[in-house]
């Protein structure tokens, strides 16, 4: 009581001495004072009094030195006068300083009863004086940040003139360093964007800022610069374009380009009304027109051309895109192939071809034909433009065209455009390079099985043209292979499955597959279905059988099955979930086949059929986790994933799964932020599912400890990267929040309970000795504090959460406050060391000095 007065007291002019001797114990780690701690337990009534005097105090030192007076010390010269000025400046400079320190820690115990007027003044006055401290102050400027920021989040009044002048200052900061630990602790506090009137000449500042991370390379690799390209748009489309073309004609790889792209279309997703409009014609437009007119041998040309090629990917998988690309390219692509500039219209031709078709989805039928015929036509011409370059190009997207859309393609239009190409174009004497661009192109049609019949009729007319057998050899090879049909093989299908399996995992191989008829895909998918048949057989009858596939074969047809499946969700139903629904069959089928059939077995059946189960869990587990990551899976999807894993480890022995799991967690909390469209109740559920399955791991991994030592510690070792992942995860996107506690007083439970359960087995007292380092702490504690130890945000961030456990009582009782105080000095002598330590051992000693007076009272009693 008599220091908590002592510390309200000393805040004025008169003993200035003994309050900046407290503000120095503060910063001391070895002494036992402690400022949070000291205001945690201050009365409303001496909070208030503190406050007031804190305003008071610094209305006198500002006094005393007017801002507009300030400058450097060593400015100052050397003459005496100003010498004694400059040191008085640095004295009250320090003042200020341990006033700042004081209101930034008084934040944090803020109730909302309490008149905190003066402290709201004190906030705004520091806030005022920032931007006139000498650059030299570098402490003071940073600690008047740290306020700004954290008012900010506390929500307090006159935040948003705080979270303006923290946000210009992280900003300002990151665009010096141009680290990505600045971005993200500028993300933090980027609601204040909405704090700016852009329209207002004092935001020319911040504007320019903001402009300038366009062209700042970590910024646009940064997924948080999505949030500004929508903000900044709302004041400067035109400016933001001029930046990012100011950095195509400088540099930039074409791997950047889609990260700019993606900007741009995140802007446009969001934007509406006026900002739309400029973002559509002052930007994407503007690309179109450089995709037409620039020199094809200009670097920034190939630039342009793949941001375009984003936003003509996207018009596949989002809505509204093929109806915007086709009113943006009518006023120019149409004209540039009409062009009497031979490059421009090549260009034009270029991007006609990856573009088409140009449509809008909201003609009728009849507007729909005539326009895809004047396209058709369109392409026509380009095989007899006079300009090779626009020939070669017009062979190439006949190519494409007719590959891609063979069967939608009128039968009068494929034969006519491939005569063209096969009969006339491939014997150009006027262009080398255009006889060359027909053989280059005509195996992109070949790809297309389905374009065989026609081609066999037309490839005779370039016959002389290719290297190959006469036409008698090639009759006798054909005879040959129909007396074979007479005579069929076997069937194979493990061959088959290899064959499928090579398809799906080569991407362009893949593309190929995909490309097929939907009901060719569709039969696929349900033959392989079949795999589950014959895994229910194997499982129930471990023996060989003829009548069905293999152990290994229907394996592996269960996995193609599930990969092939998330491929065509991804391909051809990215609007809804037909194909996603067949992985959550297969998820019902592993519950009500798989799992059910392991719980009515013994332990010596199950060994029989080890294999083949673990396999089925951990294909079901990384497809699903996949699923996730490419953000194909939406909430719902994510919580049924959580409850089947929690069934998993209900039911299945071993730990196979384990690491998936913790992968699984990793993307699940990593994609929750991007699920804008989820109800904050499914988004509720899904991190208590997290939770809950992130507990229950420790717990089986613990009770491993306690009966398998050996296979506990190989499975601790095994699991250390995913478990570090998916707390760093945890604590990069979701800091503060329930999960974020949730994870960490697991952490904390499974830590304590081990030390406590280690404490109570000691029968020698000099065995319990204050641990020296982290491997002195029992192996599954030593694991988990070792994981949490080594990022220094997770540290604190445990420590706050450790603290909150004492003080709540969550954790109490002599043995499990000895765990904690292992767990703290080891945390003390690590290399990320906190001065959050001293917080939880202060509050650990309350707890221990509240026990001592009770056991003394019950002592006294019964005597």
């Not at 009250?92 to 209101?103: C, F, G, Q, R």
Request: charged share 25%; glycine share 4%.
């Amino acid at each position: 009581m008599e220091k908590r007065e002592t510390f309200v007291q000393a805040v004025s002019k008169e003993l200035i001495g003994e309050f900046l001797q407290f503000i120095q114990l503060n910063k001391d780690a070895s002494d036992p004072f402690n400022l949070n701690e000291l205001l945690d337990e201050l009365s409303r009534k001496q909070k208030e009094e503190l406050w007031q005097r804190l305003k008071n105090l610094l209305t006198d030192v500002l006094l005393e030195s007017p801002v507009d007076r300030w400058q450097p010390v060593e400015a100052l010269g050397e003459d005496n006068m100003q010498t004694e000025q400059g040191s008085k400046m640095g004295k009250n400079i320090e003042i200020i300083h341990a006033i700042t320190s004081v209101i930034l820690a008084s934040v944090s115990v803020i109730n909302e009863n309490e008149n905190y007027e003066a402290l709201l003044e004190c906030a705004v006055i520091l806030n005022g004086i920032l931007y006139a401290l000498p650059e030299s102050e570098r402490a003071l400027q940073g600690s008047i940040q740290d306020l700004c920021v954290t008012w900010w989040e506390r929500g307090l009044p006159a935040k948003e003139d705080m979270g303006k002048t923290a946000f210009i200052m992280l900003l300002r900061r990151s665009l010096e360093t141009k680290t990505g630990a600045d971005i993200c602790r500028l993300w933090r506090i980027h609601q204040a964007l909405y704090c700016f009137d852009y329209d207002l000449e004092e935001s020319r500042e911040i504007k320019d800022m903001l402009l300038e991370c366009f062209i700042n390379i970590n910024y646009i690799k940064k997924e948080e610069v999505n949030a500004f390209s929508y903000l900044v748009s709302a004041g400067a489309v035109r400016r933001v374009q001029g930046q990012i073309l100011n950095l195509l004609w400088g540099s930039g790889s074409l791997s950047l380009m889609v990260h700019i792209a993606e900007i741009y279309f995140r802007a446009w997703k969001k934007a509406s009304g006026k900002i739309l409009e400029a973002i559509e014609n002052s930007c994407i437009q503007d690309f179109m027109y450089h995709g037409v007119h620039l020199h094809r041998r200009s670097p920034v040309h190939a630039r342009v051309r793949e941001i375009l090629s984003y936003f003509h990917n996207q018009k596949k998988v989002r809505q509204g895109v093929e109806e915007m690309l086709y009113r943006l390219y009518k006023p120019i692509l149409w004209r540039g192939l009409k062009a009497r500039n031979s490059e421009v219209r090549s260009n034009a031709a270029l991007l006609f071809v990856e573009a088409f078709p140009i449509r809008d989805p909201n003609f009728n039928a009849v507007e729909m034909d005539s326009e895809i015929q004047k396209q058709f036509e369109e392409l026509y011409s380009l095989l007899e433009d006079p300009y090779p370059m626009v020939r070669s190009t017009g062979i190439l997207g006949v190519c494409k065209i007719t590959s891609k859309y063979w069967e939608m393609m009128p039968p009068t239009i494929l034969i006519d455009l491939l005569k063209k190409v096969t009969g006339e174009l491939a014997f150009d004497a006027s262009s080398a390079d255009v006889r060359c661009s027909v053989f280059k192109c005509l195996p992109i049609i070949l790809d297309n099985k389905l374009s065989h019949p026609l081609l066999e009729q037309l490839l005779p007319l370039v016959l002389d043209w290719l290297p190959g057998e006469p036409p008698q050899s090639k009759s006798n090879s054909a005879s040959k292979r129909k007396v074979r049909l007479q005579d069929p093989r076997p069937v194979k299908p493990g061959l088959a499955l290899v064959y499928v399996e090579y398809l799906l995992t080569h991407s362009k191989n893949r593309e190929c597959l995909l490309s097929a008829p939907q009901k060719t895909l569709d039969r696929l998918l349900k033959a392989l279905e079949a795999s589950k048949v014959a895994l229910e057989s194997i499982l129930q009858w471990p023996e060989e059988s003829p009548d069905r596939l293999s152990e290994g074969a229907a394996l592996r047809a269960f996995s193609l099955h599930c990969r092939l499946s998330v491929h065509l969700q991804h391909k051809l139903c990215s609007g809804g979930t037909v194909y996603l629904s067949t992985l959550e069959d297969t998820g019902f089928w592993l519950e009500s086949k798989v799992l059910s059939f392991m719980q009515d077995q013994e332990e010596e059946h199950l060994k029989l059929r080890r294999v083949v189960y673990q396999q089925i869990i951990q294909t079901y587990l990384t497809v699903c986790k996949d699923v996730v990551m490419v953000g194909l899976g939406d909430c719902k999807f994510q919580i049924q994933l959580l409850q089947r894993s929690l069934g998993i480890m209900q039911t299945v022995n071993g730990f196979f799964y384990v690491s998936l799991l913790l992968s699984i967690l990793k993307e699940v909390t990593r994609s929750a932020l991007m699920q804008k469209t989820d109800s904050g109740e499914d988004v509720a559920t899904l991190f208590d599912m997290v939770q809950k399955v992130f507990q229950q791991m420790l717990e089986c991994m613990a009770r491993s400890f306690r009966k398998q030592p050996e296979e506990g510690l190989r499975l601790l070792y095994s699991v250390q990267t995913p478990l570090q992942e998916f707390i760093t995860t945890v604590q990069s996107w979701h800091p503060g929040t329930p999960v974020h506690r949730g994870v960490l007083s697991t952490l904390i439970a499974a830590s304590v309970v081990e030390i406590s359960h280690w404490l109570q087995k000691v029968s020698d007292t000099e065995e319990v000795a204050p641990p020296e380092c982290l491997s002195d702490l029992p192996p599954f504690s030593r694991c988990l504090i070792g994981i949490v130890m080594k990022p220094p945000n997770v540290v604190r961030s445990f420590l706050d959460e450790l603290k909150a456990c004492v003080t709540s009582e969550d954790i109490e009782g002599i043995v499990c406050l000895t765990a904690v105080t292992h767990i703290i000095l080891v945390i003390n002598k690590g290399k990320h060391k906190s001065s959050k330590v001293k917080d939880v051992a202060a509050t650990v000693h309350r707890k221990l000095k509240t026990f001592m007076e009770i056991t003394l009272e019950e002592d006294s009693l019964e005597r």
